[in-house]
């Protein structure tokens, strides 16, 4: 369904992310006012929210809370620099955000996005590793399939051919583990597979080959989101983290898709009880009304950087917008939305009934697999002979112009929701999303 807009230039001038541009242009999706679970299109018609905005609205959408709390921060403190100065705000939320996390991991990196806190996170790494006279720490270990962002540190991490290709060489020093996406093994499973734990193992050749004292860190998506909802094997985080100590490589999770409920607790670290080193976040952090990440570090890491630095400034790294008061003011609100309501149980509540809603589409045409972790589901359909993509991308429009916004990678279909959405509405979304499987060709 085409939807008209103010300009042609308008629509000309913007060149939009991670899109196809010109074939967006062709038939626009666009949506201009949201509230709770709903978008409302420019053509006036409500929008169910499958996918959370983009993995972050995590309270809703326009919630009054948030919405008053960074009105009133605009008006009091607009702007404040974190270089050399600070505000009270900054401090009292990155305390709030330590109180999330477990054990020590108690030390927070401002950033504006997640792209940035995976950066942040690869930095810090790098410079803790200094701080103990052990320079020769430099490789940075990714793995396949992986998403981290789009910064160049993110990208060379990063297992995700299309978003590298066309970027040169990228980091120098880096390697892959495997990916866990075995289908062969753990087609359907519910939650975390059975089949894969002993993929992590694979770093024990990584360690003989290029020699544990050349090694900074391992960084990985305890759940894989942007690669199609890959939940991590049973056994396989504890694993790394394992041989991780037995080397004394850091282990750092990316939690930007997975912290602040989308699982079922403050992070996929809690859920799963295997405690990184570092861990990047954002998203959830400001429900995504503001551009706000953070890193948290463990206690070891921040006191041995400050510690033991010869120069006053003990970490060259930073971002003009880093504690920025409105974002301040948002995470605030938001953090506060998740403990008055109890978002993240009332997800691990939920987390069994949209599993097996999920589930039931598994014998749909064209469906070869459905994972799920938490408030998050994967639905693999068999990709067109010599058109991978083309029948995930037919299913996004078709659920735009029936009432849904869903999030697609190639032919996967990626529903995360809003943790405040009813049992009725997880019907309501998937008895659509299955009406478009059931009607793709």
Known sequence: MATSVRSTNAMDSFWMPFTANRRFME?????????????????????????????????????????????????????APSYQFGHPGAFELAGRIASVFPGDLNHVFFTNSGSESVDTALKIALAYHQSRGEGTRTRLIGRERAYHGVGFGGISVGGIATNRRHFGSLLAGVDHLPHTHAPEHNAYSRGMPEWGAHLADDLERMVALHDPSTIAAVIVEPMA???????????????????????????????????FGRVGAGSAAELLGVQPDLMATAKGLTSGTIPMGAVIADAKIYKSVTENSATPIEFFHGYTYSGHPVAVAAAMATLDIYAEEGLFQRAAELTPYFEDVAHNLRDLPNVIDIRNMGMVAGIELAPRPGAVGERGFEAMQMAFERGAMIRITADTIALSPPLIISKEQIDELFDLVAGVIRDLK
Do not use: Q
């Open 27 to 79: 038939d626009p999706r666009i949506v201009k006012s949201a509230a709770d679970m709903h978008y409302v299109t420019a053509d006036g018609r409500k929008l169910l929210d499958g996918t959370a905005g983009l993995w972050c609205v995590n309270a809703g959408h326009a919630r009054p809370k948030i919405v008053e709390a960074v009105s009133a921060a605009i008006a009091e403190l607009d702007y």
């Open 225 to 259: 989101g942007s690669a199609g909802v890959l939940p991590p094997p049973k056994g396989y985080l504890e694993r790394l983290r394992a041989i991780c100590d037995k080397y004394g490589i850091l282990l750092i999770f990316d939690e930007v898709i997975t912290a």
